[in-house]
């Protein structure tokens, strides 16, 4: 006998009637647990390189989605004389970390893992420091900003070199080419703001120690 769905006037399954009513509030159990891989694609990496290497990436993508977000605090809330130039420059750090997001998880889905999501889940993962809900000064905002790029940068330096040797190709390009490359471009960027240089009176007492 056909099971009958809650939502549906007839019965359903195999020589059911059809109905055009929407089914509302549908659970069933997950088609895969997270922190397990599935053996979908023929990748030539054992199921112990692949387990290990999608633990680690959710790691580096809890971090990097924590870095994005942080990033669009701070476009939001900066303040001060430099307003425009690092409301444009967050901005624009915010996109490039977003697409850095979406890079790993597929990495991680592609080796037939399960890649972390939502927010409550990232803030359990994360290992970047969690900022206050205010303002704060500008030169605290960067500061925060380069100390959760270091979390990334030196995450990354460990898994090159672990998926190196792990022969995970792929893992090892991504890390390199789109995480890690692109986290040193807006180190840079960043720390350069920091730098205490005078705006509009140079200093002159440097000229005169010089000489």
Sequence with gaps: ??????????????????????????????????GTVSHMLPLDLEEPVRLEMTEQLNLLLADTMTLR????????????????????????????????VDTIAERIQLLGGISIAMAADVAETTRIERPPKGREEVPVQISRLLDAHQVIVSHC??????????????????????????????????????????????????????S
């Design 1 to 34: 006998m056909a099971k009958k769905d809650s939502n549906s006037k007839g019965p359903t399954g195999a020589g059911g009637n059809v109905s055009a009513q929407p089914r509302f509030h549908q659970r069933a159990a997950e088609i895969q647990k997270y």
């Design 69 to 100: 977000d942080l990033y669009k605090k701070s476009h939001w809330q900066v303040a001060g004389p430099t307003f425009y130039q690092l409301h444009l420059l967050f901005d624009k750090h915010h996109e490039e970390q977003a697409e850095i």
């Design 157 to 210: 330096r460990e898994l090159a070199e672990r998926s190196d040797k792990l022969g995970d190709a792929g893992t090892n390009d991504l890390v390199v080419s789109d995480v890690l490359r692109a986290n040193e471009l807006q180190i840079w960027f960043l720390s350069e703001h920091l730098v205490d240089e005078p705006l509009v009176i140079a200093d002159q007492t440097r000229l005169r120690n010089a």
